[in-house]
């Protein structure tokens, strides 16, 4: 039997809940385990692509291999990544149970969506408890596996930020992978797409993200925690929209 017929076989006599309970617990990945990983990043013409390796010494860990294009958006997502002090954080969605509120569950197992209201979590920072508080989440599980596969967020409502931007439609939509050998779901690509402005005016800002060349281990140093977060985006790119 081919073995995404195994998996498909395995998970699918469990009930909705008990499917969701085995995706979500492949999303809490053990916490010393860290992530290698190549990223592009890509918003209109303008491209980035950095390196990290968890094992490199310090000042090599996060690296710029290729700036194309101008675009101070995509920077402060870089510079944001970079700041970090894990940045394969990013990859887990390890808060995503705590995130889960009024969830309704959707189809049977080996097709199911969950609907969700977004909960405030402890990651969240001052303008992501903006839109968290309006966010509403679609969870899509694969149906050969059973695990993540899609996990989109849009915000029900306009969100107004201090500065007088509104934000009259945002959206965030990752993809995830899975490792059976070691036994956690991750995040392959992303995307972010932002309508907004000022004083009448809108425009739409999008980036997309690319993950490849991912390699799983664990970390030798007892320090070396994982601190997860639920948005691979700092709000920057929301903010400049004028």
Not at 156 to 168: A, C, F
Not at 189 to 204: C, F, I, N, R, V
Not at 219 to 224: N, P
Request: glycine share 8%.
């Amino acid at each position: 039997m081919p073995a995404f017929l195994l998996f498909a076989v395995t998970w699918a006599g469990l009930s909705p809940e008990q499917a969701l309970e085995r995706a979500l617990d492949a999303a809490e990945p053990p916490g010393a385990l860290r992530a290698a990983f190549h990223a592009t990043l890509m918003s209109g013409n303008a491209v980035r692509r950095i390196e990290f390796d968890p094992y490199a010494e310090p000042a090599s860990r996060f690296r710029l291999t290729l700036s194309r294009g101008d675009n101070e958006e995509l920077d402060a997502v870089v510079q944001g990544w970079r700041d970090e002090r894990q940045a394969d954080a990013r990859l887990f969605a390890d808060d995503l149970r705590v995130s889960l509120g009024d969830a309704r569950i959707a189809g049977a197992a080996d097709s199911m969506t969950v609907s969700f209201r977004h909960k405030i979590s402890v990651n969240d920072g001052p303008i992501d408890a903006e839109f968290s508080a309006r966010m509403v989440g679609r969870l899509q599980l694969a149906p050969s596996t059973g695990y993540l596969q899609t996990i989109a967020y849009d915000v029900e409502r306009p969100v107004k930020l201090d500065n007088g931007t509104t934000i009259y439609e945002y959206n965030q939509t990752y993809q995830f992978g899975y490792s059976s050998r070691w036994d956690v779901s991750y995040v392959n690509s992303y995307d972010l797409t932002a309508k907004g402005g000022q004083w009448g005016m809108s425009e739409t800002r999008t980036i997309h993200v690319e993950l490849t060349d991912i390699a799983f281990g664990f970390a030798g140093d007892s320090q070396q925690d994982l601190s997860s977060k639920p948005s691979p985006y700092s709000p920057g790119p929301t903010a400049n929209l004028r």
